[in-house]
């Protein structure tokens, strides 16, 4: 059973991010056209569960699929699109998750909003810090039930998310 922790922002998950973006990039080679760190980890001084979420920009969805053995080898299961179409998923570390990789075709306006997100919290420390106490909340409250931990964030994820749009 995946339990949910939260916990206070972690300096080394960005040489965590660092160190699977080069292993990514070995696989994709050319094929990567930019890699970037979002989600909540991506934040300085932002709670967040401890799970790396790694962007990757390709040219066309459909050739990540040829790389399913290599990131397997790496430790990701391929999810498939995972219940958003034009993206591609892999997890890695199963209950006790510690990378998530969201493939997207470079004009895919998904990756658009994953920065926008990002870059938003990371310019109004406030609205991250309201961000991280609601995930904080949620985590002690749903321990053993994510989904219901995704329900509990997701006005305010919408929200933040139209602000952030609005700002780009």
Not at 74 to 81: I, N, P, T
Not at 110 to 124: Q, S
Request: one cysteine or more; charged letters at 30%.
């Amino acid at each position: 059973m995946r339990k949910v922790i939260v916990t206070a922002y972690d300096k080394r998950w960005s040489a965590a991010f660092e160190e699977a973006a080069a292993e990514i990039r070995k696989i994709l080679g050319s094929g990567c056209l930019d890699i970037q760190h979002i989600g909540s980890t991506a934040v300085p001084g932002l709670a967040a569960k401890p799970v790396i979420d790694v962007l990757v920009a390709i040219a066309d969805i459909e050739t990540i699929d040829r790389f399913e053995e290599s990131f397997r080898k790496l430790g990701y299961h391929a999810k498939g699109e995972n219940g958003l179409p034009g993206r591609r998923y892999f997890e890695r570390g199963g209950d006790e998750r510690t990378h998530h990789v969201h493939c997207y075709e470079q004009d895919n306006p998904e990756i658009a909003r994953h920065l926008a997100f990002r870059d938003f919290l990371k310019v109004n420390p406030q609205t991250a810090a309201a961000y991280g106490q609601l995930k904080m909340e949620l985590a002690t409250q749903y321990p053993l039930d994510i989904e219901r931990y995704i329900k509990g964030k997701q006005m305010m994820v919408e929200e933040i998310e139209k602000k952030a749009m609005g700002a780009i």
